[in-house]
Structures are given as structure tokens and as C-alpha cells.
């Protein structure tokens, strides 16, 4: 559970326009009867994993691909992401 609260406390001071701070220290202090574990966490990842959410687009294409790509039951929305995932070279998600 700590990743996934580090997780969305990061993407959402990104999200804000905050920057993200490094750690100082891999040896907190700590009291001798206290645990300390550390956690990693790739907020790239969990963004990808995690944000799901959908954002509108409006798109032009020309007439005559549009009318074709109905007729094929295109989804555009899926084509869409697909082409950005290729060519922004992100594999599965």
C-alpha cells in the first residue's frame, strides 16, 4: 500500500506542476523500536498502470478516409491510440 500512496502522491503533484523531490537519504533516522522499510517506485509506471482515465480529441481527417473507415466499422479512438503508442514506442498499455 505505501507504493500505491507514493504512487498518486507523485503523479499528483506532477499533475500540479510540482517537482517531485529527491531523497536525501537511503538511512532515516529512526527510534531502535521502529521499522523502516524503503520503497521504490517509477511514477512513469504508475501513471501508465494506474491513470486510466480518457480525454476527449477532436480530430480531422479528410472525407473520402473517414467514410471508408466507417464502412469498416474503424474505431477511431483506438486507431488513434495505438498509432501514438507506436510511435512514441510505448509496448502494452
Known sequence: ?????IG??????EDAG???PE???LNPSHESNEIVTLVDIDFTA???ANDIRT???????????NDLAEKEGINFSQVLS???KQRL???NR
Open 18 to 20: 510540482n517537482t517531485i
Open 1 to 5: 500500500m505505501a507504493r500505491d500512496a
Open 23 to 25: 531523497p536525501f537519504s
Open 55 to 65: 480525454v476527449r480529441k477532436n480530430v480531422t481527417i479528410q472525407s473520402w478516409l
Open 46 to 48: 504508475y501513471r501508465r
Open 89 to 91: 514506442n510505448i509496448k
Open 8 to 13: 498518486l502522491w507523485g503523479i499528483s503533484m
Open 82 to 84: 495505438e498509432g501514438l
